[in-house]
């Protein structure tokens, strides 16, 4: 049986998975929230807040480039900062994709609500389980094309969403052909109508809408062509963030005041309804049910990967680098779903908070995530100087990058709503210290008896 992953995401699996991963929930349902909190300013903490996981994703690419392996940043840790660096942010990125798959699950339950009110939430939860583990269990190019249509959907919704409100704007419609200007942008008390504190102050929340977007470090080990695929797909990153969250939320704010947001329901569902997009409430549930198909689609990808990966260095069981005739690493899809099960529960015990829960608490294991990224990558250039696809700027970009994650952790711990992420993602961190150095790579009685079975003669 093959033990290796398969080469076969072409170039558009590759794009689209870096673009399905900006455009979520955050955008259709949470970009609300920061509106309220920055105001019109809130597009500036998207650039700002783009241009770092920019810096983030470019960084990663460069290490993909010169090494597509399997596990990306978990694997660069372990190679580049030591073993247990590797061991602690693959484990915790596993979690982390664990939490968020639960977290897109009964986001999928939700939206679903809204159609079938009296189908218990659980019922989706596990029907989203088992629709996506089908999937995952193919092979990897089904999983490409899954996600390459789940995030055209989102591409075009939003298109259209940037059409029609420009249309509004400058040409009057759906306003009696009336141009609407752009005066709301600055009409209700300026563009930081809560000075510069509630522009940073909403930073924290903006970072974490591209969560996810390092899905494209995962998926090197089985692009056809990494050295052409990584770059153009990190390389779009930046101008797609700006046309698609920039662009969406300066149309929004220009066609409704700012503090208007949010209060009559979804943004996009009021400007397709003004345009005369008849069910406008159905079709943008659509679309956010096929947003948190996508995010869970890519969270069982990851998370089985990263499995395989540290199965492939003896940091767990040898069984998980086992993969199918189609390189599909199956036990590790299989643990993962397991484990994704446990949100069917939580979804049974409490309906009405696991999704806010979920996502509070795995904002530490993001930023983990991120930092260690910018950490391999300052070791990468040290020793192997500038590769075939070199963040520019390093190594002031890097460090710039790093004391930005640095203060999204202190919001993190500034802000009671999100406190616990620093309390939970500390105890899983020395969690996995405690197993690492008890029954995992770094016991010392492992490491004499794995040297005694390396000289012993063995079978020949």
């Not at 298109?159 to 709301?184: E, F």
């Amino acid at each position: 049986m093959n033990q290796n992953l398969q080469r076969r995401l072409l170039p558009r699996h590759i794009t689209f998975m870096a673009l399905g991963m900006a455009i979520g929930t955050g955008l259709f349902l949470g970009s609300a929230s920061t509106i309220q909190m920055a105001g019109p300013s809130v597009l500036f903490a998207y650039m700002i807040g783009g241009l770092m996981i920019f810096i983030i994703m470019r960084a990663l690419g460069e290490m993909a480039v010169h090494d597509p392996v399997a596990g990306s940043f978990s694997s660069y840790a372990h190679r580049y900062l030591g073993p247990f660096a590797g061991y602690v942010t693959g484990w915790n990125y596993w979690l982390l994709m664990v939490g968020v798959g639960m977290a897109e699950s009964t986001g999928v339950a939700i939206y679903m609500h809204l159609w079938f009110p009296d189908i218990p939430q659980w019922v989706w939860v596990l029907a989203s389980v088992l629709m996506i583990g089908s999937l995952n269990l193919m092979t990897v190019l089904v999983y490409g094309e899954m996600e390459f249509w789940f995030t055209m959907i989102k591409v075009v919704t939003v298109v259209l969403m940037i059409l029609g409100g420009a249309g509004m704007i400058w040409l009057g419609w759906g306003n009696g052909g009336q141009p609407m200007g752009l005066g709301n942008l600055w009409s209700y008390g300026g563009w930081f109508p809560h000075g510069v504190t509630g522009m940073v102050l909403a930073l924290p929340v903006v970072v974490f809408a591209f969560g996810g977007i390092e899905t494209v470090g995962m998926a090197a080990a089985e692009a056809a062509q990494p050295e052409r695929t990584i770059p153009s797909a990190v390389n779009s990153v930046l101008w797609r963030i700006l046309i698609f969250y920039v662009g969406a939320l300066f149309v929004i704010m220009a066609i409704y005041p700012w503090n208007q947001i949010g209060t009559q329901g979804s943004p996009f569902v009021t400007t397709f309804d003004r345009l005369g997009i008849a069910h406008a409430a159905g079709v943008i549930n659509f679309v956010l049910i096929t947003a948190a198909l996508s995010g869970f689609n890519s969270t069982t990808f990851s998370g089985s990967r990263m499995l395989y990966s540290l199965a492939t260095k003896g940091q767990a069981p040898a069984a998980l680098a086992r993969v199918s005739v189609h390189g599909v690493p199956v036990r590790g899809v299989l643990l993962t779903l397991a484990c994704l099960l446990v949100g069917v529960v939580l979804n049974y015990l409490l309906p009405r908070r696991i999704f806010e829960m979920m996502m509070s608490i795995l904002s530490f294991n993001t930023v983990w995530t991120w930092a260690m990224v910018l950490i391999a990558h300052f070791s990468f250039r040290r020793r192997s100087g500038a590769g075939a696809f070199p963040l520019r700027g390093w190594p002031w970009t890097g460090a710039a990058c790093l004391l930005f994650l640095l203060f999204v952790v202190v919001m993190l711990g500034y802000r009671p709503d999100t406190r616990i992420a620093l309390y939970v993602g500390g105890a899983w961190v020395l969690l996995l210290t405690a197993t690492y150095f008890t029954w995992g790579p770094g016991n010392p009685r492992r490491e004499r008896e794995g040297c005694s079975a390396a000289v012993s003669p063995g079978e020949g």
